[in-house]
């Protein structure tokens, strides 16, 4: 059988160990993803250190993954060999539970986290579910989009509802968080009279859009519309 190298932890508190293991097959619902690049969290001290309960050793940590579909499980319909990828946190959900049917798969009663629930990053290939998987654009360099799987969405997902909302998120402010140096290009809006703006209609365009180079829109769904 083909073997992959791997860093794993063998116990909570245990070193980083590089170790050689079998490369995995995907199961029913899953797909194996060839890691190119696997950012570095400060949650994997959880993982490092045994500070979240029942996590079974050893364990590989890493759930900022960026990389290519490699192979499909059984019932794998939207995803391919060959696609860019990556994996964050979420790593999982049951699709069944009273949040999950109301589309908060985040708030799922029965969530995997990657690196918690399963192996993560910090090896040459990894497995997750189908779910779990997100696209990434062939020319956005994996050793960027990886952090984007974790640090990267949590801040996009806490600053885009803000500029719909009430809050009056000023157009400034979005700029200093997102313009870093070779990361991000700065904050657009249709007119400055839209940066006062505190709620957008439904179906509107959206008043701000964050780019990064090359035009890789980062946006909320048009559709989305802010709480009352």
Avoid at 69 to 92: E, K, S, Y
């Amino acid at each position: 059988m083909a073997r992959m190298k791997a860093v794993q932890v063998r116990k909570p508190g245990g070193s980083f160990e590089l170790v050689e293991r079998n490369i995995p097959d995907p199961a029913r619902g899953q797909v194996r993803i060839k890691v190119e690049a696997c950012g570095i969290c400060h949650s994997d001290v959880l993982v490092k250190e045994g500070l979240w309960p029942g996590i079974q050793y050893p364990r590989v940590p890493g759930h900022e993954i960026a990389g290519r579909i490699d192979a499909v499980g059984a019932d794998v319909t939207n995803w391919q060999a060959g696609q860019r990828v990556g994996v964050g946190w979420h790593g999982g959900h049951c699709f069944t539970c009273e949040f999950c049917r109301r589309g908060d798969f985040i708030l799922c009663r029965n969530e995997k986290i990657t690196a918690i629930h399963f192996d993560g990053g910090y090896q040459e290939y990894v497995i997750a579910p189908a779910e779990a998987v997100a696209a990434i654009p062939d020319d956005l360099p994996a050793a960027e989009a990886a952090p984007l799987m974790c640090a990267g969405i949590t801040v996009f997902n806490s600053l885009a509802p803000a500029i719909w909302s009430r809050f009056k998120v000023s157009a400034d402010l979005v700029i200093s968080v997102f313009n870093m140096p070779g990361k991000w290009d700065t904050v657009l809006s249709r007119s400055g009279a839209d940066r006062t703006k505190t709620r957008s209609p439904a179906n509107s365009e959206p008043l701000f859009t964050l780019t990064r180079r090359p035009e890789i829109p980062l946006r909320p769904s048009k559709n989305w519309v802010a709480p009352a």
